[in-house]
DNA sequence: ACTGTACCCTGTAGGC
DNA sequence: TGCCTACAGGGTACAG
């Protein structure tokens, strides 16, 4: 569910609630997510303040007082919703009794305001760690991650290096979270399609010969940073799962120019191609196949 | 070193 | 209505 742009849209929903404020109380409903809760998960949390939530790809790393890191990724269907003080809130179609909680409702963190973040996840596949502070450039699942797509960071260059001589074609590279961090499912196949560029070439058209970004590798990095900036100008995309922390649905579903439309028309102007869906790698790829090249 | 597949888990949609 | 299959924004562990 969440890539770059649904998890920037959490953290902005977040942060405002977050940071500079105590954790009071946490509660765990189950022993694990995709891995088990760090040691004595709760005890390190409680009593902590929290001094910043920043993003690293579809990472959301929340600095506590202790000097340790939380790091969280939302998996599939992770969401958090927050709930300031009310016995009882709705949000959209979205119920939470406190005390009670919804099924999958995996961990509450209470701050010292009343506030509540729930966060629910109904496939398990997120996960939260704590890393001291230092650590966190070198731990694993950061450590290898690849450019920051709204950062001056991704480049031409960097993406005609990191291309050259790959056999994998256009959307695994995007995917891929070693070359660029944040791009998902959704958002490979919309860049894709902004650029003009067909999923199943081979990336290393990127480069030329002496490894120099070409043309279309440098469509590819505005292409990418645009659809990323509307997309969370637009709060996120909903399919299903996918919330900001008040319960809204995000909006930039109704911009998807070939994400789920099989057998529409394209709509850029002046092609009059149709979506096709196609599986790559396992996953379903759209694409138009008159204007994508 | 790379690539494709299976798998993790639950919910939902569609065909019969 | 119910059963069955396929599929879903994520990533990883393998086998080849």
Same mark, same amino acid.
């Given at each position: 569910?969440?890539?770059? $742009?649904?998890?920037?849209?959490?953290?902005?929903?977040?942060? $405002? !609630?977050?940071? =500079?404020?105590?954790?009071?109380?946490?509660?765990?409903?189950?022993?694990?997510?995709?891995?088990?809760?760090?040691?004595?998960?709760?005890?390190?949390?409680?009593?902590?303040?929290?001094?910043?939530?920043?993003?690293?790809?579809?990472?959301? *790393?929340?600095?506590?007082?202790?000097?340790?890191? +939380?790091?969280?990724?939302?998996?599939?269907?992770?969401?958090?919703? !927050?709930?300031?003080?009310?016995?009882?809130?709705?949000? =959209?179609?979205?119920?939470?009794?406190?005390?009670?909680?919804?099924?999958?409702?995996?961990?509450?963190?209470?701050?010292?305001?009343?506030?509540?973040?729930?966060?629910? %996840?109904?496939?398990?596949?997120?996960?939260?760690?704590?890393?001291?502070?230092?650590?966190?450039?070198?731990?694993?699942? +950061?450590?290898?991650?690849?450019?920051?797509?709204?950062?001056?960071?991704?480049?031409?260059?960097? +993406?005609? *290096?990191?291309?050259?001589?790959?056999?994998?074609?256009?959307?695994?590279? +995007?995917?891929?979270?070693?070359?660029?961090?944040?791009?998902?499912?959704?958002?490979?196949?919309?860049?894709?399609?902004?650029?003009?560029?067909?999923?199943?070439?081979?990336?290393?058209?990127?480069? %030329?010969?002496? =490894?120099?970004?070409?043309?279309?590798?440098?469509?590819?990095?505005?292409?990418?940073?645009? *659809?990323?900036?509307?997309?969370?100008?637009?709060?996120?995309?909903?399919?299903? %799962?996918?919330?900001?922390? %008040?319960?809204?649905?995000?909006?930039?579903?109704?911009?998807?120019?070939?994400?789920?439309?099989?057998?529409?028309?394209?709509?850029?102007?002046?092609?009059?191609?149709?979506?096709?869906?196609?599986?790559?790698?396992?996953?379903?790829?759209?694409?138009?196949?008159?204007?994508?090249?």
């Amino acid at each position: 569910m969440p890539e770059l $742009p649904e998890v920037e849209t959490v953290r902005r929903g977040l942060a $405002p !609630v977050l940071v =500079g404020k105590r954790i009071a109380r946490v509660e765990t409903r189950r022993a694990d997510l995709r891995f088990p809760f760090p040691q004595r998960f709760r005890e390190r949390l409680e009593g902590k303040k929290i001094a910043s939530l920043t993003r690293r790809g579809k990472y959301l *790393v929340a600095t506590l007082s202790s000097g340790e890191s +939380l790091i969280v990724h939302l998996g599939m269907t992770g969401r958090f919703t !927050v709930f300031r003080g009310e016995s009882k809130a709705t949000h =959209g179609n979205y119920v939470y009794e406190t005390g009670l909680g919804l099924a999958h409702d995996h961990v509450v963190l209470v701050l010292e305001d009343g506030s509540r973040i729930v966060y629910n %996840d109904p496939r398990r596949f997120g996960f939260m760690l704590l890393v001291p502070r230092g650590e966190l450039s070198e731990h694993p699942l +950061l450590r290898s991650l690849g450019a920051e797509p709204l950062d001056k960071e991704l480049t031409a260059e960097v +993406l005609a *290096v990191k291309a050259r001589g790959k056999k994998a074609n256009l959307k695994s590279l +995007l995917m891929d979270q070693r070359i660029v961090a944040g791009l998902g499912n959704i958002y490979a196949s919309e860049a894709l399609h902004r650029a003009g560029l067909d999923p199943s070439r081979s990336a290393s058209v990127l480069a %030329d010969a002496k =490894g120099r970004p070409t043309v279309r590798a440098q469509k590819l990095v505005a292409a990418i940073r645009a *659809v990323l900036n509307d997309a969370i100008g637009a709060g996120g995309s909903t399919l299903r %799962d996918y919330r900001q922390a %008040d319960g809204a649905s995000g909006g930039f579903q109704k911009s998807f120019a070939v994400y789920g439309r099989e057998g529409e028309r394209c709509i850029k102007k002046g092609c009059h191609g149709t979506i096709r869906r196609r599986i790559d790698a396992g996953r379903a790829t759209f694409f138009c196949s008159r204007c994508q090249r």
